[in-house]
């Protein structure tokens, strides 16, 4: 199964609300990246980042272990 299946429907919204309507390019860059891997530890460090840069602040990561294991990304059956 690839991550995007694993997004909480609200940040995959987010994203195609703002970001895909008013950049595109890398909306489209984002979307690459989550369907191209299994898990978000196979993220690179690039690839986290430009997603943290385009989501609301409501929804980036809370604290260190968020970002670490991405739990502010994933449903909850996928959280650690």
């Not at 995007?4 to 390019?25: G, H, M, R, W």
């Not at 990246?33 to 690839?47: C, F, G, Q």
């Not at 385009?54 to 449903?75: A, H, M, S, T, V």
């Amino acid at each position: 199964m690839k991550l995007i299946e694993k997004i909480k429907p609200e940040v995959l919204e987010a994203l195609e609300k703002d970001v895909k309507i008013n950049y595109s390019a890398s909306y489209k860059y984002i979307i690459a990246s989550l369907k191209n891997v299994d898990r978000y530890r196979e993220l690179s460090i690039n690839e986290v980042d430009q997603l943290i840069t385009f989501l609301p602040q409501e929804l980036r990561p809370g604290d260190k272990i968020d970002f670490y294991y991405g739990d502010y990304l994933l449903k909850k059956e996928y959280q650690v």
